[in-house]
């Protein structure tokens, strides 16, 4: 059976330490706690969606290490196929973090294997990528071997899914087979070249920030846009759909632990919400509540919700 989603993936083996606050430059300061574990956007997505229930086909570059070994154990007890799955010269993906009391979090990345993926990769998993309902990336994977692949889901009428994180300016071609964006507010204001230390404080602020960049992205169709505490919210083409150009979904009242991984927790919410054609409000929600359930506790993969975790807070919070 094709898998639902095709995720261009990445590995990190992560380390992240909590730290009462930032250090100064040339500073040392004193962590009360240190995680290791596997981690990298693509991964993330990958574990998260298959824990909801999706089929999943996953790209991966990895090192021949312990990290790499640990993804490969991770993926076949979660249920995802490994026959995309690259094994390479270089190291695995590695990433640093601190995270600070009120869950803020602070990264640094090594990408390692995850360098080392390209068009050639692609070609291989063309049968795959081309039977999928969805295909899914973020910035961590090597650029060219995303434009590949947006190209010929594009070409194959395959809806594709970016969130430009970490963010670079996205290549040129991306925005000729990119249909839907996933961005934070700093990489929103990126795309409307608005003051990075300074994004709307307003949700609604956004239609109006966002609104020349649809002449560049000619073939997207929704912008979703994750606001922490205060929710998220999509911008919807205009005349491209029949919901309203602007849908904003609060948040659930949490005390956020750790903010890392959140994001990726939303992704797998919302695509899978909208694999199964829920309404916009509804995929919001579900990837507000997968944020959500990953920022109220330490770590990314272990803490990430399955099926049943999210119907049950659908139904209590009904």
Same mark, same amino acid.
């Given at each position: 059976m094709p898998a639902q989603i095709f995720i261009l993936g990445s590995l990190m083996q992560t380390f992240c330490w909590w730290v009462e606050r930032m250090p100064r430059a040339g500073e040392s300061i004193q962590a009360s706690a240190l995680r290791l574990e596997l981690g990298g956007k693509g991964l993330n997505v990958a574990v998260g969606m298959a824990r909801l229930g999706a089929r999943i086909e996953v790209l991966l570059g990895c090192g021949n290490d312990h990290a790499g070994e640990a993804a490969l154990n991770l993926l076949h007890s979660e249920g995802i196929s490994t026959r995309n799955v690259h094994r390479m010269e270089s190291p695995s993906g590695h990433g640093a973090g601190l995270i600070t009391p009120d869950g803020q979090s602070f990264i640094s990345i090594f990408p390692g294997a995850n360098a080392l993926l390209d068009a050639t990769h692609i070609e291989q998993a063309r049968a795959d990528l081309c039977s999928a309902s969805m295909v899914n990336a973020q910035f961590e994977t090597a650029m060219p071997v995303i434009v590949s692949a947006f190209a010929l889901a594009h070409a194959h009428g395959v809806p594709t899914v970016l969130n430009p994180s970490p963010w670079q300016e996205p290549d040129a071609a991306l925005k000729r087979?990119?249909?839907?964006?996933? *961005?934070?507010?700093?990489?929103?204001?990126?795309?409307?070249?608005?003051?990075?230390?300074?994004?709307?404080?307003?949700?609604?602020?956004?239609?109006?920030?966002?609104?020349? &960049?649809?002449? #560049?992205?000619?073939?997207?169709?929704? =912008? *979703? &846009?994750?606001?922490?505490?205060?929710?998220?919210? !999509?911008?919807?083409?205009?005349? !491209?759909?029949? #919901?309203?150009?602007? =849908?904003?979904?609060?948040?659930? =009242?949490?005390?956020?632990? #750790?903010?890392?991984?959140?994001? #990726?927790?939303?992704?797998?919410g919302y695509l899978w919400a909208s694999l199964q054609k829920q309404p916009l409000i509804e995929a919001l929600r579900w990837g507000n509540y997968c944020g959500a359930h990953v920022a109220a506790k330490r770590g990314v993969i272990e803490v990430l919700p399955s099926a049943d975790d999210a119907y049950t807070w659908f139904k209590a919070s009904a």
């Open positions: 087979t990119t249909h839907t964006l996933i *961005v934070n507010e700093t990489e929103a204001a990126q795309l409307a070249n608005h003051p990075r230390n300074a994004p709307p404080a307003e949700p609604e602020i956004w239609e109006c920030a966002l609104a020349s &960049i649809w002449s #560049d992205w000619i073939t997207l169709q929704r =912008i *979703v &846009i994750t606001l922490g505490s205060r929710g998220s919210l !999509a911008l919807v083409r205009p005349e !491209a759909e029949a #919901d309203s150009t602007f =849908i904003h979904s609060h948040a659930p =009242i949490i005390t956020c632990v #750790d903010s890392t991984g959140a994001g #990726d927790a939303f992704s797998c």
